[in-house]
C-alpha cells in the first residue's frame, strides 16, 4: 500500500512574537512544503504581515471552514479565520486580542486532529501569558491539549537538542509546589514515559539519567531527604519494570555526563532545572515535543521573542528541527496503522 504524505496542521504562534515570521520562513521552504500536505490555521491578518515582514508571497489555498479541507501537492491550504478584526496587534506585548488569536488556532487545530484531518501539529512560538489573556485555564498548552483530547494519565514535554532528551516531572507549576508534586508514582511516570518515546524513535535500550531535587542530589541527607525517600525508590522502581534508569544524579552535573553522551536521556525534577541546562546546551537548534498524546505536537525550543519582534532577525533552526521531527513520527505512526 502506497503511503500517504502526512497531514500536519501549522500555527502561527503568538500574532505579537516572532512565530509568525518564523512560520512563514518554514513554509516558504520547498522542502517542507513537499514533505507533508500542510493545513495552515490562521487570521489573514497575520498571514499578511509576517509575509510582507520576511518578503516572500506563499503559494495558498484559502478555505473558511474545517469542511473546506483538501489539499493539493506542494500547496499550502489556508483556514482563514477572523479572529483579529482586521487590525494587527501591537508587536512584543501581551494582550487579550493575540492571546484570543493564538488560543483560537490551537482550538481549531485539535478539533481538526479529532476530525482525523490532521495527523500532527506544528506550532510556532506561543506565549503563555497571552494565552491565558485569550482563554487557556489550564497551567499550559499541554494539558489544555489533554483536555480537548480526552487524553488520561501522565504527559509530558518532552526537551531535544541533538541526541539528547529530557522529560520532567513537574511542569509549569510554582517552585514552592514543586517538592510537594515529587512522588514515587510520578517519576515513575517521567522516566516510563521517555522510554517509551525513545524506544518508538529507534533506541532499543534508552539509558535514562534522573536528576535529584535538592543541590548535591541531597548530600547523603543532610540537603532534604527526596533522594533517599522518595526519588531512589522511584528509580529502583522504574528499574524493575525495565527501563535502564540510574540515579538519583546530583543537578548541578548530570548534564555535563549528558551532553558527553553518557545518556539518551535525563529526567529533571522541574522546569528550569531541565530548561536552563538544555538551552545552554543548544538553544538555536533545540525542539519541544508533548509526549504522551496521540499524534506529535512539537514546536522549537524558543520563545515568543518579544525583543525581537518584527525585525525579522528570527532564526527557525528549531522550528525546522521541530517540522521535520513531527514529519517523521506522523509517517511513523501512519505506516504502523497500515501494518495493523
Known amino acids: 500500500m502506497k503511503t500517504q504524505r502526512p497531514r500536519l496542521a501549522v500555527l502561527l504562534g503568538d500574532p505579537a512574537g516572532v512565530g509568525p515570521e518564523m512560520a512563514v520562513k518554514l513554509l516558504a521552504r520547498e522542502q517542507n512544503r513537499h514533505a507533508a500536505d500542510l493545513l495552515v490555521i490562521t487570521d489573514p491578518v497575520m498571514l499578511a504581515d509576517a509575509q ?4 516572500v508571497t506563499l503559494d495558498t489555498l484559502t478555505i473558511e471552514s474545517l469542511d473546506d479541507v483538501r489539499y493539493e501537492p506542494g500547496r499550502l491550504t489556508v483556514l482563514a479565520q477572523n479572529w483579529l478584526d482586521g487590525k494587527s496587534p501591537p508587536m512584543g506585548e501581551c494582550t487579550v486580542q493575540a492571546g484570543h488569536a493564538s488560543f483560537q488556532a490551537l482550538e481549531t487545530a485539535l478539533e481538526a486532529v479529532k476530525r482525523g484531518l490532521c495527523d500532527g501539529i506544528v506550532f510556532a512560538p506561543l506565549n503563555k501569558h497571552s494565552l491565558r489573556l485569550g482563554g487557556l485555564q489550564e497551567e499550559d498548552e499541554l ?45 515513575c511516570d517521567a522516566v516510563k514515559i521517555i522510554d517509551t518515546a525513545l524506544r518508538q524513535a529507534g533506541i532499543e535500550q534508552p539509558r535514562i539519567a534522573v536528576s535529584g531535587l535538592n543541590p ?18 522511584a528509580v529502583e522502581r522504574a528499574r524493575a519494570m525495565g527501563a535502564d ?11 555535563i555526563a549528558a551532553r558527553r553522551g553518557d545518556f539518551d536521556a535525563v529526567v529533571s525534577m522541574f ?5 536552563i541546562a538544555m538551552k545552554l546546551i543548544g538553544f538555536e537548534h533545540g525542539v519541544t515535543l508533548h509526549g504522551g498524546l496521540p499524534v506529535p505536537v512539537v514546536t522549537s525550543a524558543s520563545g515568543s521573542a518579544f525583543d525581537i519582534a518584527g525585525k525579522g532577525i528570527a532564526n527557525i533552526e528549531g522550528l525546522q528541527h521541530a517540522f ?14 497500515q501494518a495493523a
Open 52 to 55: 510582507r515582514l520576511v518578503g
Open 143 to 187: 494539558r489544555h491539549i489533554q483536555q480537548r483530547l480526552q487524553i488520561p494519565g501522565f504527559v509530558c514535554e518532552f526537551n531535544i537538542t541533538g541526541k539528547l532528551w529530557t522529560s520532567r516531572v513537574t511542569s509549569h507549576v510554582p517552585i514552592r509546589e514543586v517538592a510537594d508534586l515529587i512522588t514515587q508514582e510520578t517519576i
Open 216 to 233: 548535591h542530589a541531597g548530600d547523603g541527607g543532610s540537603i532534604g531527604m527526596e533522594e533517599i525517600e522518595v526519588i531512589a525508590p
Open 245 to 255: 534508569a540510574r540515579g538519583p544524579y546530583s543537578p548541578d552535573t548530570i548534564f
Open 271 to 275: 522546569h528550569d532545572q531541565g530548561q
Open 324 to 337: 521535520d521531527l513531527c514529519v517523521r513520527i506522523a509517517s511513523s505512526q501512519q505506516q504502523q496503522r
